[in-house]
C-alpha cells in the first residue's frame, strides 16, 4: 500500500474514532472531510491498479 493510502487512511480512522467518542456526533465539515478522504483512497487505489494492469499489458509479448 502506497503511503499516500496508508496517511489518508490514518486520517479517516482519526475522524471516525473522534466522532465515535464526541456526544455531539459527527458535524457537516466532519462527514465532508471524511467523504474527501474516501474519495482520495479510492482515487489512489484506483491509480495503482491501472498502472499495474498497464505495465503488465506492456510486458505481453503477443509475437508481433
Same mark, same amino acid.
Given at each position: 500500500? @502506497? ?23 459527527? @458535524? ?30 506492456? @510486458?505481453? #509479448?503477443?509475437? #508481433?
Amino acid at each position: 500500500m @502506497s503511503p499516500e493510502v496508508q496517511y489518508l487512511m490514518i486520517l479517516v480512522r482519526g475522524h471516525l474514532a473522534r466522532a465515535r467518542n464526541e456526544e455531539r456526533g459527527v @458535524s457537516a465539515v466532519e462527514w465532508v472531510i471524511i467523504a474527501v478522504a474516501v474519495a482520495g483512497i479510492a482515487i489512489a487505489i484506483a491509480a495503482t491498479i491501472e498502472t499495474k494492469i498497464n505495465d503488465k499489458a506492456d @510486458s505481453l #509479448n503477443l509475437g #508481433n
